[in-house]
Each structure stands twice: as structure tokens, then as C-alpha cells.
T-cell receptor, first 111, second 117 residues
Framework: KQEVTQIPAALSVPEGENLVLNCSFT??????LQWFRQDPGKGLTSLLL?????REQTSGRLNASLDKSSGRSTLYIAASQPGDSATYLC??????????FGTGTRLKVLA | DADVTQTPRNRITKTGKRIMLECSQT?????MYWYRQDPGLGLRLIYY???????NKGEISDGYSVSRQAQAKFSLSLESAIPNQTALYFC????????????????FGEGSRLTVL
């Protein structure tokens, strides 16, 4: 059974710091992996999608990597800003109907 | 316009009332999903549909029903609402990833906050 864990569960950093969020999974047979952000009480906004055959994707200050052999994905946020404060979720697809959601990392960037 | 639109965005109702949450999408995806989110429990799958004739129960379907009126529309109904159905409900769509240009990416609506008194 695929399990997805995100560490740390919560993180507080000063503005301007570079940071890394981690997502670990137990079964390397994934179809794709997606990173989302969710603001409190709001919807999930897709940040980056990494296909199984890819190693990383970049969008602006965000970079996501995927290492299937070690069961790990990281989301790197450069020069963090208070507006980056949110909960970040990684979501795995096995290629069937099911998506497996990570436990989430709650990020707070202090001004 | 949003790719996935949910209505209503907020609803307060009373125990025993019937309520419908609607979802429409412009992505052209066949797959549509309904999830609920509760504090500390993450997202749980209620129902999913692969096309208008293919509807399946998820982890927590008891007390809910769905209707896939068209490829673009997927509605969630609570026939007789109860207080523990108070939650944030999300509709999502995802492609299969097997057609050209379809990455299998998952898209969410903004959510429907339901309160059952």
C-alpha cells in the first residue's frame, strides 16, 4: 500500500530564506507526482507536475525534483516571501483512478 | 474563467435537508472526483467517475450520492444532511495521461464549504 509522508509537518522561516520541503513515498511505481499549495479554507492550487520519466520541474522560484529509486521528491522554494505561507501537499498518481495525498507541510514565512 | 467551478461556495443547512453541490469543468477530462476535507484528516475520496456511465464509490460514500449529467458536470448530493457532514468539499478532474497533450494532471475547484446545523 502506497504511503506518502511529508516532513516537516510545519516550518517557520524568515523572509528571504531558501527552503526545502520533503515528500517520501513507499512504492516507486508511480505515474506522476504533483505539488499543490493550499491557503486556509481555500482550494488546492497546482504548482508543479513531474511525470514518472522526469527528474525535475521548475516554475519561477520553485523547483521540484523526483527520485523514484529512493522514494523521494523535494520542493525547493528560493528567496521565500510571506505570500508563500500556506500548506504544501504532494500528491501521487499510480496511473489508475486513485491519487494518494501526502500529509502536508504547513509553511509560515515571517516578514 | 476557472477550469473547475463549484457551486455553491458556501452553504448552511439544517439536519435532514437535501443538498446538492455542483461541479463543472472546462478541461475536457473524463475523470471527475469528489473529496471532502476535514481538519487534521486530509482529503478523503467520496465518489469518482470515469465517464457518464461509470460511477464508483470512494472511501467514504455512505450518506452521499452523485450524478454525472454530462462529461463536464458531476454533482454530489446529501439526501438527508447530518452535522458530521460539515466539511469542505472539493471537486477535481484529472486526465488519463494517455492522450496527446494530457499529462494526467489533477485540477481542483475552489471548494464548497458546507455547514449542517
Amino acid at each position: 500500500k502506497q504511503e506518502v509522508t511529508q516532513i516537516p509537518a510545519a516550518l517557520s522561516v524568515p523572509e528571504g530564506e531558501n527552503l526545502v520541503l520533503n515528500c517520501s513515498f513507499t512504492d516507486s511505481a508511480i505515474y506522476n507526482l504533483q505539488w499543490f499549495r493550499q491557503d486556509p479554507g481555500k482550494g488546492l492550487t497546482s504548482l508543479l507536475l513531474i511525470q514518472s520519466s522526469q527528474r525535475e520541474q521548475t516554475s519561477g522560484r520553485l523547483n521540484a525534483s523526483l527520485d523514484k529509486s529512493s522514494g523521494r521528491s523535494t520542493l525547493y522554494i528560493a528567496a521565500s516571501q510571506p505570500g508563500d505561507s500556506a500548506t504544501y501537499l504532494c500528491v501521487l498518481s499510480s496511473g489508475t483512478y486513485k491519487y494518494i495525498f501526502g500529509t502536508g507541510t504547513r509553511l509560515k514565512v515571517l516578514a | 474563467d476557472a477550469d473547475v467551478t463549484q457551486t455553491p461556495r458556501n452553504r448552511i443547512t439544517k439536519t435532514g435537508k437535501r443538498i446538492m453541490l455542483e461541479c463543472s469543468q472546462t478541461k475536457g477530462h473524463d475523470r471527475m472526483y469528489w473529496y471532502r476535507q476535514d481538519p487534521g484528516l486530509g482529503l478523503r475520496l467520496i465518489y469518482y467517475s470515469f465517464d457518464v456511465k461509470d460511477i464508483n464509490k470512494g472511501e467514504i460514500s455512505d450518506g452521499y450520492s452523485v450524478s454525472r449529467q454530462a462529461q463536464a458536470k458531476f454533482s454530489l448530493s446529501l439526501e438527508s444532511a447530518i452535522p458530521n457532514q460539515t466539511a469542505l468539499y472539493f471537486c477535481a478532474t484529472g486526465g488519463t495521461g494517455r492522450l496527446a497533450g494530457d499529462t494526467g494532471e489533477l485540477f481542483f475547484g475552489e471548494g464548497s464549504r458546507l455547514t449542517v446545523l
